[in-house]
């Protein structure tokens, strides 16, 4: 593609690689005339801006020169001191002169541009070039075998490599090695190159080629192999590029072939030492791969022939050429379109003349109507290769379940460049949390093992915080006995220590009492001693007195708190009188339990009510309780109601959140088990909305009693601070040991998965698969959930481990059996660790050669028996292999007059295989070749001709002859493959194809019959294994090389009868993409 272009006759010169923005240097060039016929010369430099569209390149500055020029070199000598910014243009004359530029002057537009110029050589100076190691060295050459070494820090004194060549001659180019910064190359037009060494400034070697018809107009070193370098020849007769290798200097290493007339430039790429530039008479401009001598990319040129090509220092997929029709054009190897730099191009020659006639005639022009262009029909073809500046040198990238692919380019040996060297792809397995993962396996193995008495015993001993402890302490209590007591004694409430604390309560209010009494009752005999005698007051002793009966009332309370018991009376007083005892007797007579107890209330005789609410019955006393306990307000009274009442839930709801402790301890006594969990909720609600952290972190301890998992996880996810590895890892322990308990309690019935528990566990299981831990991650996602995320990673997971894949065969591969087919064990289910050595999306193991040890050439030819032709018949005398089922053939008595689909003919013929039950695709009708009658048996009938058939076949009782099952080992095999094939038969739709695949199937039966009778060599089997694990990643070239190694490596007889079917079974599947 052209990017830019420069109207000059001129030769040019890229800026060094150090330079930005990135210029180009035109110098007008010698012994070339324009269409002007100007003898003028200047040199111009143009800046490269690839973010404009257009063509045209922005000339940044030009200083008019009284040279032309053969050579011109931009070297980068200056620039890193900035005694020259942008380093010096080393210009070769026509007159043996050459002259150093300071190019930032000629950027800055400054009159005295030139650094200093000698006329050392006596004619033209033709040949330039900067060292690379060195920049202050400069090599040029002229007429008459001259060549200089010029040192630019002292440019008047010049020195020679060594003495003349002789005969003596022009030399046109010279090149500095690349490596080796003392070895300098030339060439002549005679098409001799000279190796100089400076050191000891002395001709050490002459490349020529014994044809005597090389005129050498390029010579380029190559840029990574000192001992390399290439020749171009001008010669229309020898239109050839030479590459040469010193250490075998007899004759060319390769030799580039495709100019059809004489070379007349060179340029080897210096960012990728695979790509050679060259531009010839026949107006081509070729793009090579010198080690393979491969045309990799042909740029678009004009009908002109181009004299000078360069590759850009800075852009390495930028390069110039200069052509003969006096114009420099910039390309890029990269390929694109500049199909609007043409439409640009257009409309800014419409706008330069407006709406005005050019002409004078007064009338106005039309806007400019481009004419529709066809489409190029000329496609430039694309470089065959990417080059080495794309290309990682190295590379790293994660993938699914912790795997680290790292790749690196490892550079080919110097002795060996033209051979490709292997590619290592290294997979490896990447842990970054070990504490996370230590913990996961430590939970892992309890859950395993069952042992969650042991494990929150040991979390409780660990544990950092007084908190910690006690949420584990109440999580240990799930798995042991009288959970409810425990929780009690967690709580503070211990029954032995209580019920000693009440004793001595009592006895202290014993010992008090007494005392009291012993008081009363010596002050009561003292006055009784001052009283008169008594017969003074006879005729009053049967009117009661108030103050008698209130002493004798405080007598009998007294005697009832100290457990008196009053003498009995011996008279019962029924006498119904109107005042409220009349009136409770007279209830009481008529039975009238509720009036009387209603009196009782309202006389505030509380305790006679009571007694007289529990003979009424359990209704009247429930009424009678809540009269009692709406009357009576006390600091306990709503406990006792709500003993009594047993309405827990209002106490829950309306007590106060500092004694949190005793209303739970209060659940734990009195709930009932259908209520229990509900009621912890609520208490756990409510602290969680309390304002005082303190008391929102006990509502886990109440969701832990409840056996609420999803609470508890929103409680966690709201209080957390951080969501790293081993804080999830908390989370986890504490739901998965509760869901545990919840289980055990529940009787074995799994509790459901609410979203944030499903969301948590998704995160905790993405978490273990990128640590590598793919069988615990999965066994950690919840299979009662609806959420996408978690369906997705249980996919990735499954296909990872394999599972997916085995899954797909048993659906894929199920079919309704008939009654006759004896049902064997289905080997789908199994899983294979062989599998889960093949990283997903990476057929190869660690590390990964892409020249795999079975890269062998594919020179086996299979049988030339066709794939629906019968297998041959071997008619030796030894004993012939039965299927499973086998019917003997009966002979032919009569026309076959069976009709098609007759549900009374026998559904499967003789050599039809028989698999496991889950596995029989030859019973799917349509996948059975077109046009068979099912009705027909379909074995090798080999009767004589005319031998009755019908009838007779019915009456022929049916042999079956068992085999020997597949080792189960090598049942994996068996699965792989009938998958394989009916993979394909899905997604085939020609009929031949399955036609292929149908024979297919059945003459994989000769590779089972093998592994039955276990005959196979143990590198047959180990190939087999190595290409089933190849299908399983879906790396079928991998198989096919497999393949040719086992059929090239092991012998004929023992394969030819299932290897070419495996074969084209792996074809069909590379070309379906199953």
Known sequence: MKLKEINRT???????????????????????????????ASLEIFELDLADPTLAMKSCGSFSSPHRYHKLVWGPHGIEDQSLPSGVLIAGGENGNIILYDASRIIAGDGEVIISQSEKHTGAVRALDVNSSQTNLVASGGNESEIYIWDLNNFSSPMTPGPKTQPLEDISCVAWNKQVQHILASASPSGKASVWDLRKNDLIIKVSDHSNRMHCSGLAWNPEVATQLVLASEDDRMPVIQMWDLRFATSPLKVLESHTRGVLAIAWSEADPELLLSCGKDNRILCWNPNTAEVLYELPTSTQWCFDIQWCPRNPAVLSAAAFDGRISIYSIMGGSNDNASTLQAEQLSSSFGNMDPFGTGKTLPPLQLPPTAPSQSTVTPLKKPPKWICRPVGASFAFGGKLVTLDNIKPAAQQPQQTAAHVVHISQVVTETDFLDRSNRLQETLTAGHFLEYCQTKIEAARSEFEKTVW?????NFEEDARGKYLDLLGYKKEELALKI?????QNCKSDEDDVAEKKGSVEEEEEEEPPAAETSDLDQIPFEEEEEEEEAAAEETSITDITPAPSDTVNLEASQDADGLITQALLTGDYEAAVNLCLHQNRMADGIILAIAGGPELLAKTQKKYFSKTQSKISKLISAVVMKDWLD???????????????????????DEFSSLCGVLGSRLEAADDTALQAQACLCYICAG????????WVRAQDSCGPLAL?????KVV??????????????????????EKMNQYASLLASQGSLHTAISYLPTNTQQVAVHHLRDRLSRALGHHQQSEVMQTHTAPAPPQVPVQPAAHTQYHPQVESCAPGFGLQSPVSASAPFMISQQYQRPQNGWNDPPAINRAPKKKKMPETFTPPAPITAPIMTPLGDPQAPQQG????????????IQQQPLGPPGRNPSMPQGNMEGAPGAPIGDVIKSIPTEKITKKPIPEEHLVLKNTFEGLIQKCLAAASDPQTKRKLDDAHKRLEYLYDKLREQTLSPAIISGLHSMARSIECRCYSDGLNIHTHIVSSSNFSETSAFMPILKVVLTQANKLAV
């Not at 001129?10 to 100007?38: K, N, V």
């Not at 004793?503 to 006895?507: D, F, P």
């Not at 890892?729 to 322990?733: C, M, P, S, T």
């Open 651 to 673: 106490v829950l709801e309306t007590c106060e959140l500092q004694s949190w402790k005793e209303a739970l301890a209060a659940v734990m006594t009195y709930a009932k088990p």
């Open 737 to 758: 040991v509760l869901q545990r308990a919840v289980l055990r309690a529940q009787g074995g019935v799994s509790p459901d998965t609410g979203a944030l528990l499903a």
């Open 708 to 715: 609420s998992v999803e609470p508890l996880v929103a409680h």
């Open 910 to 921: 003789p050599d039809h295989p028989v698999g496991p039950a889950t596995f029989s695709p």
């Open 10 to 40: 001129a030769i040019q010169a890229w800026s060094p690689a150090p330079q930005h923005p990135i210029y180009l240097a035109a110098g007008t060039s010698a012994q070339q005339l324009d269409a002007s016929f100007s003898t003028s």
């Open 503 to 507: 004793a001595s309560a009592l006895e």
């Open 473 to 477: 302490s109440f999580l240990k209590v």
């Open 729 to 733: 890892q908390e989370l986890v322990e």
